[in-house]
């Protein structure tokens, strides 16, 4: 058993909500294929000996880092392993087994005991399983059937192939385990959830923590004590009475009350301050002395998002997005980093590029990615993996699943857009079924319910019912053609409303009188452009056949987007080449294809829509930045 105070690479796989010890249960599983599914019946989760392979989890059984790299189709998986729990550990505790994400259902034994089931392939889900750890026993056993359909097109898959190979742009399949599995002993009253949202204007934040366990106790008190720290200097300190399950509290931050100090507490890509939480959980008795029952670490960002005036605003400024489509997909590894390490230098390779924002797509990425967004100020869309099919189980799933992504990720100062839908995948004939229009509005009122603080894009790409910003994709093939179509107010009015860059309209029912609605307009895909340097031609928007031609390309590309008085900001496709779509501005293997100093220009290149205030700071970045 590995039992850390601190993650792979220092870091805790919920980075939000930490405590001193847990048990980390990545590493060797036994696993099996279940093909002909019949491993519940056989009762396989008591009996090892179908269990003849070894996987290396959270790797995918598809990925060569898995040890199994099977790619083809098998659409049930075990997994099995033992762990190490000594019985006097464990009594007047609770044993919480964690999974940061299965695809797509997830069955779950320990020690015999079915303790509980989870469908949703992109969410994490926890297990209470005490009553299930066989008394007096120190090792016990942990088994796990996942089971992910490639055929059923109602299931959010992203960009999962579902045929038997990776065709155009969809890539292989990611069945089970692909992210962090671990195991942590808490008291019987715990805290279980922490969301913060900061109110500049209200010079304070607000925390909703979600408690589990009993919370009345006959003459004691619970109560949540919370101090917010920035370095050594103590920001606020407050407690609250516990009264049930839920605990929500409004904390002053006195510091806030100074507009003229304001800027050195808010978080921006440039500044990525992040405030420091302890959060505790006391037994205050009748004579008000206080006892420790549970404590937890944690952080925040101050800082706020919106749309005005046809710009993006970021603590109520314009802020020009300059962004990359980020596909989260490894060679060795796919849809799960290789390492913890990893999504640290993904992040600074998307800013040594030039970027201040990534648009992780189909995808809903490792919350240990986010951290390192958050620490080193990288501006993120969160977007949902769509499904392929419209119909009521779809609706179902999509909708779950995706309420689940919010409240898992509404705490990250990075995340400054939710994308519950991408290109009409999984609602096809939105432009003429009243149905699916419904469901994609329908959901988009449920996110804004759900965080009133950020914007929403409804479908990114077009056929957009309703949004909080425009957001188009064009892969036009020249700079002259993307300066046409986006060089006016005229022209950008009649991409909104009459023409068609995906074969499809870009704004549904768009209002005659004003198409745009003081939304802010975005390109957030173009480029695509595929070069291979042996020459080999895969997948791409537009192919170049020379690194002198990507160059010119490129800035072509980047000059006709910038030059732009209309854009609010752009999401060039894409960082990497992902299996046979070789359109990154790097190798699958992460290596510039045009030297980074170059590209770095491109992106940076001031942009024409940008005011004046917002031009001159990016100069003064620019500056520092080159020494």
Same mark, same amino acid.
């Given at each position: 058993?590995?039992?850390?105070?601190?993650?792979?690479?220092g870091?805790?796989?919920?980075?939000?909500?930490?405590?001193?010890?847990?048990?980390?249960?990545?590493?060797?599983?036994?696993?099996?294929?279940?093909?002909?599914?019949?491993?519940?019946?056989a %009762?396989?989760?008591?009996?090892?000996?179908p269990?003849?392979?070894?996987?290396?989890?959270?790797?995918?059984?598809?990925?060569?880092?898995?040890? /199994?790299?099977?790619?083809?189709?098998?659409p049930?998986?075990?997994?099995?392993?033992?762990?190490?729990?000594?019985?006097?550990?464990?009594?007047?505790?609770?044993?919480?087994?964690?999974?940061?994400?299965v695809?797509?259902?997830?069955?779950?034994?320990? *020690?015999?005991?079915?303790?509980?089931?989870?469908?949703?392939?992109?969410?994490?889900?926890?297990?209470?399983?005490?009553? #299930?750890?066989?008394?007096?026993?120190?090792?016990h056993?942990?088994?796990?059937?996942?089971?992910?359909?490639?055929?059923?097109?109602?299931?959010?898959r992203?960009?999962?192939?579902?045929?038997?190979?990776p065709h155009?742009?969809?890539?292989?399949?990611?069945?089970? /385990?692909?992210?962090?599995?671990?195991?942590?002993?808490?008291?019987?009253?715990?805290?279980?959830e922490?969301?913060?949202?900061?109110?500049?204007?209200?010079?304070?934040?607000?925390?909703?923590?979600?408690?589990r366990?009993?919370?009345?106790?006959?003459?004691?008190?619970?109560?949540?004590?919370?101090?917010l720290?920035?370095?050594?200097? @103590?920001?606020?300190?407050?407690?609250?009475?516990?009264?049930? *399950?839920?605990?929500?509290? *409004? /904390?002053?931050?006195?510091?806030?009350?100074?507009?003229?100090?304001?800027?050195?507490?808010?978080? !921006?890509p440039?500044?990525?301050?992040?405030?420091?939480?302890?959060?505790?959980?006391?037994?205050?008795?009748?004579d008000g002395?206080?006892?420790?029952v549970?404590?937890?670490?944690?952080?925040l960002?101050?800082?706020?998002?919106?749309?005005?005036?046809?710009?993006?605003?970021?603590?109520? &400024?314009?802020?020009?997005?300059?962004?990359?489509?980020?596909?989260?997909?490894?060679?060795?590894?796919?849809?799960?980093?290789?390492?913890?390490?990893?999504?640290?230098?993904?992040?600074?390779?998307?800013k040594?590029?030039?970027?201040?924002?990534?648009?992780?797509?189909q995808? +809903?990425?490792?919350?240990?990615?986010?951290?390192?967004?958050?620490?080193?100020?990288?501006?993120?869309?969160?977007?949902?993996a769509?499904?392929?099919?419209?119909?009521?189980e779809?609706?179902?799933?999509?909708?779950?699943?995706?309420?689940?992504?919010?409240?898992?990720?509404?705490?990250?100062?990075?995340?400054?857009?939710?994308?519950?839908?991408?290109?009409?995948?999984? +609602?096809?004939?939105?432009?003429?079924?009243?149905?699916?229009?419904?469901?994609?509005?329908?959901? +988009?009122?449920l996110?804004?319910?759900?965080?009133?603080?950020?914007?929403? /894009?409804?479908?990114?790409?077009?056929?957009?019912?309703?949004s909080?910003?425009?957001?188009?994709?064009?892969?036009a093939?020249?700079?002259?053609? =993307?300066?046409?179509?986006?060089? !006016?107010?005229?022209?950008?009015?009649?991409?909104?409303?009459?023409?068609?860059?995906?074969g499809?309209r870009?704004?549904?029912?768009?209002?005659?009188?004003?198409?745009?609605?003081?939304?802010?307009?975005?390109l957030?895909?173009?480029?695509?452009l595929?070069?291979?340097?042996? %020459?080999?031609?895969?997948?791409?928007?537009?192919?170049?056949?020379?690194?002198?031609?990507?160059? !010119?390309? @490129?800035?072509?590309?980047?000059?006709?987007v910038?030059? !732009?008085?209309?854009?609010?900001?752009?999401?060039?496709?894409?960082?990497t080449?992902?299996?046979?779509?070789?359109? %990154?501005?790097l190798?699958?293997?992460?290596? #510039?294809?045009?030297?980074?100093a170059?590209? &770095?220009?491109m992106?940076?290149?001031?942009?024409?829509?940008?005011?004046?205030?917002? =031009? *001159?700071?990016?100069?003064?970045?620019?500056?520092?930045?080159?020494?």
């Amino acid at each position: 058993m590995n039992t850390h105070a601190v993650a792979d690479d220092g870091l805790h796989p919920r980075p939000q909500l930490r405590r001193a010890g847990w048990t980390d249960l990545c590493g060797p599983w036994g696993f099996a294929h279940d093909d002909a599914d019949e491993g519940r019946d056989a %009762g396989w989760h008591r009996d090892p000996a179908p269990f003849d392979r070894t996987i290396t989890v959270p790797f995918p059984p598809e990925s060569p880092a898995s040890g /199994i790299r099977d790619t083809a189709h098998h659409p049930v998986v075990w997994y099995r392993r033992t762990l190490r729990l000594p019985a006097g550990e464990v009594s007047g505790r609770r044993a919480l087994l964690h999974f940061g994400a299965v695809d797509y259902r997830a069955s779950v034994w320990v *020690d015999g005991t079915h303790v509980g089931d989870h469908e949703g392939g992109m969410t994490p889900f926890v297990f209470d399983v005490t009553a #299930a750890l066989t008394p007096g026993q120190d090792e016990h056993t942990v088994v796990v059937r996942a089971e992910d359909l490639p055929w059923d097109a109602a299931q959010p898959r992203g960009k999962q192939d579902w045929q038997d190979s990776p065709h155009v742009i969809w890539y292989h399949r990611t069945t089970g /385990i692909w992210q962090p599995v671990w195991l942590e002993l808490v008291s019987r009253t715990h805290v279980a959830e922490l969301c913060w949202t900061a109110d500049i204007a209200g010079a304070s934040v607000r925390l909703d923590a979600v408690l589990r366990g009993p919370v009345r106790r006959s003459g004691d008190r619970l109560v949540v004590r919370v101090g917010l720290r920035l370095g050594t200097e @103590l920001l606020a300190e407050q407690s609250a009475l516990v009264t049930d *399950d839920r605990v929500v509290m *409004d /904390i002053a931050v006195p510091a806030l009350r100074n507009g003229q100090d304001l800027d050195r507490l808010l978080w !921006s890509p440039g500044s990525p301050t992040l405030v420091d939480a302890d959060v505790a959980l006391l037994i205050r008795t009748a004579d008000g002395v206080e006892h420790p029952v549970d404590e937890v670490t944690s952080y925040l960002g101050i800082r706020t998002t919106g749309t005005a005036d046809g710009r993006f605003l970021l603590n109520g &400024r314009p802020y020009y997005l300059r962004m990359v489509l980020e596909q989260g997909y490894w060679p060795e590894s796919h849809l799960a980093a290789p390492s913890a390490g990893a999504l640290r230098r993904e992040v600074e390779l998307i800013k040594e590029l030039g970027f201040n924002g990534a648009r992780v797509h189909q995808k +809903v990425e490792d919350p240990r990615f986010l951290y390192w967004c958050d620490r080193l100020g990288l501006l993120v869309w969160g977007e949902m993996a769509g499904a392929f099919a419209f119909d009521a189980e779809a609706v179902r799933r999509l909708t779950t699943e995706w309420m689940d992504v919010v409240r898992r990720d509404r705490s990250h100062p990075s995340v400054v857009t939710w994308v519950p839908f991408n290109e009409s995948w999984g +609602v096809q004939d939105i432009a003429d079924s009243p149905a699916q229009r419904a469901f994609v509005e329908g959901v +988009v009122h449920l996110t804004r319910a759900l965080d009133p603080s950020r914007p929403v /894009i409804s479908n990114d790409g077009w056929e957009m019912p309703d949004s909080d910003m425009w957001t188009i994709h064009d892969y036009a093939g020249s700079g002259k053609e =993307l300066r046409d179509r986006y060089g !006016s107010a005229a022209a950008v009015e009649a991409m909104l409303t009459d023409a068609r860059p995906g074969g499809r309209r870009v704004v549904l029912h768009p209002d005659a009188r004003d198409p745009r609605g003081g939304r802010p307009v975005l390109l957030t895909e173009f480029g695509g452009l595929s070069y291979r340097p042996e %020459g080999e031609e895969w997948f791409g928007y537009s192919t170049v056949t020379s690194p002198d031609e990507l160059r !010119s390309r @490129l800035g072509e590309l980047f000059r006709a987007v910038t030059d !732009s008085p209309e854009l609010a900001g752009f999401c060039y496709t894409q960082l990497t080449d992902t299996e046979q779509e070789t359109n %990154g501005l790097l190798t699958a293997g992460r290596e #510039a294809k045009v030297p980074v100093a170059e590209i &770095r220009r491109m992106v940076g290149r001031p942009s024409a829509a940008m005011p004046t205030e917002a =031009l *001159d700071r990016h100069r003064q970045e620019v500056e520092e930045a080159q020494g």
